[in-house]
């Protein structure tokens, strides 16, 4: 059973724990739209059914085996157009911490942790809703592979697929939401610049040439960077500077 957190200053003293659920951030929605959510509460599950991924896609999840969580937050000290930036501070903070674990993991544009050679460890999916153009809260759902070894996907991994080590879910889970809470609070002090030059060092393929797809066609690129709206900057072969929303490129 997951607890409320003592060691944190706002995140985690409400959290919601469901032995199963269609989606956690389904679930945090929920809380917004009826007037239930505070910020910092959490959502967290043991088995969830029907996880999202970005583009649509489908987030598979053995029960008991890894974290599957959803946080509310309120950004409203940020504009609409800089949203971006809470994806790069959360992203940051899950690295920080799961880097004391496998030390190679980088971030692959926008939110997906990755492992270069044995695969994808975990996702971020941050859905927000507005008031007029004001933003009224951001749930940040997230999803870690920690402990599950079989997976329908072959570009899926584990920690313990990939360390052998079996790691304690609620010890971990208390370690994240102190790491994330404090990239939040380097967001609210506006230590922006120091958070996207950590997420671009994170850049999985950063200056590095490799083959993506745009419409159906494939081309060589190198990352260069990403825009303040959080798109990706990347160069072509002819030297241009192109850049890709997130629908408009695939990785190959």
């Not at 389904?26 to 007037?35: F, H, S, W, Y």
């Not at 996207?196 to 990352?223: C, P, V």
Request: contains cysteine.
């Amino acid at each position: 059973m997951y607890k409320i957190l003592a060691n944190t200053i706002f995140l985690g003293k409400d959290v919601h724990f469901l032995p199963e659920c269609h989606s956690t951030n389904d679930t945090a929605l929920n809380l917004v739209r009826t007037g239930q959510a505070r910020e910092g509460s959490i959502i967290i599950c043991n088995h969830q059914t029907k996880g999202k991924g970005q583009r649509g896609n489908s987030w598979s999840s053995q029960a008991g085996k890894n974290l599957t969580f959803s946080l509310i937050l309120r950004p409203d000290f940020m504009d609409i157009s800089e949203q971006f930036y809470l994806n790069m501070a959360v992203s940051n903070s899950i690295k920080q911490m799961l880097q004391n674990y496998v030390p190679n993991i980088e971030v692959k544009w926008p939110n997906d942790l990755i492992v270069p050679g044995f695969g994808k460890i975990g996702g971020i999916l941050i859905e927000n809703t507005f008031s007029g153009k004001e933003w009224e809260f951001a749930v940040v759902g997230i999803g870690l592979n920690i402990n599950q070894i079989d997976f329908h996907s072959a570009s899926a991994s584990s920690i313990k697929s990939i360390t052998g080590s079996e790691i304690a879910l609620e010890e971990l889970f208390r370690l994240l939401i102190t790491q994330i809470e404090q990239g939040y609070i380097q967001l609210k002090k506006g230590k922006w610049k120091e958070i996207k030059s950590e997420y671009l060092m994170n850049l999985y393929r950063k200056e590095i040439w490799a083959n993506y797809s745009t419409d159906g066609e494939q081309f060589s690129g190198k990352i260069v960077g990403i825009s303040a709206d959080g798109k990706l900057e990347m160069e072509l072969e002819n030297t241009e500077i192109a850049v890709f929303g997130l629908k408009e490129i695939s990785f190959l």
